[in-house]
């Protein structure tokens, strides 16, 4: 900080942490002195200063500063197809014999791992905000009844999402070897960020005269929170089916932010979303190029989950309040629905034009009912 | 509260819009509890000021089986898709997580920019070496703490959601802290050193393998994150540049929050269920037991890591002695501190009825 304004403050500050320190230091060499002079000391064994595998490493600081992706030279930066390590040894630490394990059941890298992990956790750091004050929430102005019952009823249903999010990753993240920090570091921020989601939409619903709505009934939810066979599979439906769909009605925040709270609220959701899609598809695209026919167990999954988002997406709670909305009220919602339709065909759009970059070509097969919303 | 069909009660005219216009419509009419505006306070909208009506505190039991978030409307087909284990308030309730979360927040800071790396000087080769020892400790310890807690995110439901998020915000936390220590050992020529050999391992009585919240809260965060809280404390003492300095103060921040959660937890239970007290009295038995003779306190006798500590709190392997002394003022420190932690928290006796574990005492003294 070099705003003139601060520089007393930071000074008091500054003297004030001295002024602790130099009482700690008194503190201990009073003791030292005291009570601990003759204190038996045991002989010094130093064994482990010789235990590294490699020595004399110093990563580059960059514009960017310090960051993980830098930490990743020499052997350090070998990262193992698979990770037999069933403890939290850091990779590239000594190991010591007899660690009881863990367990850890995910262990091969091509299960987890994305190369964009490591930048997309500093990047997740770099963007941090904050509902309580990041918001203008004294932007919120009363709105019609109708408009301001959409808008709760899509804040309850963001909510949702950002809840299966946490509850997913919560499920997931403990059972990924630590050999592969880099990812469980960037999954972490993305909890932390599905928590902010969650928090932002709850405190929309409830400051302008509204409340919460309706749950949703739970039918991809349900398919995401009950996916066990593996993080890939669980991956693709978090995020290609849940996920892009989350992302899509980010994106529309322009159009159906009331106020410059809410246009805040969106902008910032879609940077998150973004990066959380970013590993999402690079995970995805190294999965598939990895096992032979991990492209076919991913059609087959997406077959059944297509019809499921399809059956959700049914229910009035999903796209009417986006109707509303668009529409400005009740009275616009059949002219909003067409907005809505267009949210829907983007989505739909996003989706195949991200399942073809990570090798998968569903045009042709894609579920009659998410089909009907190409326009 | 759920609401059938045939309860609807929207207005005709717009019932009569959706007929014909092929909307239903009818949530318009079913929906939590209306007419909530909460009005932002000096510190923002922060979750404190949105507890209002039936959004604000929970009840003692959850019933709520679909994830639906707390005073939103249920519905009667939704899935039981939640796997949550604790619905009981008692279980993981504190009065403050609220706050917590929303310091965390406010508290946030980036290892890549916020420490400042080009302070960091070429040391001689015992300070660095044990410095690198005690960053490879850190790195591996501080996961534990990001690691477990995430295991019950979903097991929680989200009525409790307020330390639910909390504990979001730890896991963050200690991911940065993992993240920190790796890039200490790395930034000055040194490099990953010896891993603790039994610290984090799944053994009973240990963090990893609690069933049961409470249990794993004590552990973690009291006798746990306690300790390290104590050795961040002293940072000033060990560190060599303003690197080091700032790395030891942030994570101190953020892990003195970790702790007040932990100690709020148990106080509310405590005061909720006093006949939980003995079991817990048992887990801090265990916990102090481990405080004393384990690999997983930085600070206890004979391990790599607290040789490493002497080194640096002695300025050298020459004043290894000197800084064994202040290794055991370190001890006394961190044996004190739990003791106010527990007292704090509603469990203070066990230090007048000869409970509390006598090595650790000792320390206090």
């Not at chain 1, 009482?23 to 009570?35: H, P, Y």
């Not at chain 1, 405190?203 to 890939?232: P, Y």
């Not at chain 2, 939590?32 to 209002?52: H, N, Y």
């Not at chain 2, 490099?191 to 552990?219: A, C, H, K, Y």
């Amino acid at each position: 900080m070099t705003n003139k304004d601060n520089e007393p403050q930071d000074s008091a500050r500054v003297r004030s942490r001295r002024r602790v320190n130099q009482r700690l230091r008194d503190a201990v060499s009073k003791e030292t002195s005291g009570d601990l002079k003759d204190v038996e000391i045991p002989p010094k064994k130093l064994d482990w200063m010789k235990r590294t595998y490699q020595w004399g490493v110093k990563a580059d600081v960059t514009d960017s500063g310090l960051t993980i992706g830098a930490l990743n030279v020499g052997i350090y930066g070998e990262i193992p197809d698979r990770w037999d390590d069933q403890s939290r040894m850091p990779r590239g630490a000594y190991p010591m014999p007899g660690v009881p394990p863990i367990g850890y059941s995910i262990s091969e890298k091509r299960d987890l791992w994305a190369d964009n992990a490591a930048d997309l956790y500093e990047e997740a750091i770099q963007r941090r905000w904050t509902p309580a004050t990041d918001i203008p929430w004294e932007a919120i102005g009363p709105l019609p009844d109708d408009v301001e019952a959409a808008v709760c009823q899509l804040c309850t249903m963001l909510c949702q999402h950002a809840n299966t999010e946490i509850e997913t990753l919560g499920t997931w993240l403990h059972q990924m070897s630590y050999g592969y920090h880099e990812v469980k570091l960037f999954l972490a921020t993305e909890m932390f960020d599905a928590a902010r989601h969650f928090e932002v939409f709850r405190k929309r619903a409830l400051s302008n005269g509204g409340g919460l709505g309706l749950e949703l009934k739970g039918d991809v939810k349900r398919m995401i929170i009950e996916s066990r066979g593996g993080w890939s599979e669980t991956a693709l439906l978090l995020y290609l089916l849940r996920g892009l769909f989350t992302f899509t009605i980010y994106r529309y925040g322009s159009i159906l932010a009331n106020n410059d709270a809410e246009k805040a609220i969106f902008e910032k959701s879609v940077q998150d979303k973004a990066r959380h899609l970013s590993y999402g598809l690079e995970h995805l695209r190294y999965a598939i190029t990895r096992q032979d026919d991990k492209d076919l167990v991913f059609n087959n999954l997406l077959g059944i989950g297509e019809r499921l988002v399809a059956r959700e997406c049914k229910e009035p709670i999903v796209l009417e309040p986006l109707a509303v909305i668009f529409g400005g009220g009740v009275e616009g919602a059949q002219s909003g629905m067409r907005t809505a339709q267009r949210l829907m065909s983007d989505y739909v759009n996003l989706y195949l034009s991200s399942l073809r970059s990570i090798g998968i070509d569903r045009s042709d097969s894609l579920s009659n009912d998410l089909k009907s919303y190409l326009l | 509260m759920t609401i059938s069909k045939e309860e609807l009660d929207l207005a005709p005219a717009v019932r009569e819009f959706g007929e014909d216009n092929n909307l239903d419509l009818s949530w318009l009419d079913t929906r939590g509890e209306w007419g909530v505006r909460a009005e932002p306070s000096k510190r923002g909208l922060t979750l404190g000021d949105i507890q209002l009506g039936s959004y604000g505190e929970p009840g003692d039991h959850s019933d709520n089986m679909t994830g639906r978030p707390r005073g939103a409307r249920a519905r009667n087909d939704a899935y039981r898709v939640g796997g949550y284990k604790i619905r009981s308030k008692a279980d993981i309730w504190l009065s403050n997580a609220h706050v917590l979360y929303e310091e965390s927040l406010q508290r946030q800071w980036s290892s890549a920019t916020d420490v400042p790396w080009n302070t960091i000087k070429p040391l001689p080769d015992d300070i660095e070496r044990a410095q690198c020892q005690l960053a490879t400790f850190l790195t591996e310890v501080e996961f534990v703490a990001a690691e477990v807690p995430g295991r019950w995110l979903a097991a929680t439901t989200p009525d409790y959601f307020e330390p639910r998020m909390f504990l979001i915000s730890q896991v963050m936390d200690e991911s940065r802290h993992l993240d920190v220590f790796r890039k200490r050992a790395f930034a000055n020529g040194g490099g990953l050193m010896q891993r603790p050999n039994v610290t984090t391992s799944g053994t009973v009585g240990s963090i990893d393998l609690s069933n049961d919240f409470t249990e794993m809260s004590s552990r973690l965060h009291i006798t746990g994150e306690g300790s390290v809280l104590t050795i961040f404390r002293m940072g000033e003492l060990m560190a060599y540049n303003e690197a080091e300095k700032t790395i030891y103060r942030l994570a101190a921040q953020d892990e003195a929050r970790h702790v007040a959660f932990g100690v709020m937890h148990l106080r509310y239970l405590a005061e909720t269920e006093p006949e939980r007290k003995e079991e817990i009295h048992c887990y801090l038995d265990e916990g102090e037991g481990a405080l004393v003779a384990g690999n997983q306190n930085p600070a206890s006798r004979d391990t790599a890591q607290s040789e490493a500590l002497a080194i640096l709190l002695g300025g050298g392997e020459k004043n290894f002695d000197e800084g064994y002394r202040k290794l055991m003022a370190v001890r006394k420190r961190q044996a004190r501190e739990y003791v106010q932690r527990v007292r704090s928290a509603g469990f203070g006796e066990r230090f007048e009825n000869g409970r509390a574990n006598q090595e650790l005492l000792a320390y206090t003294r």
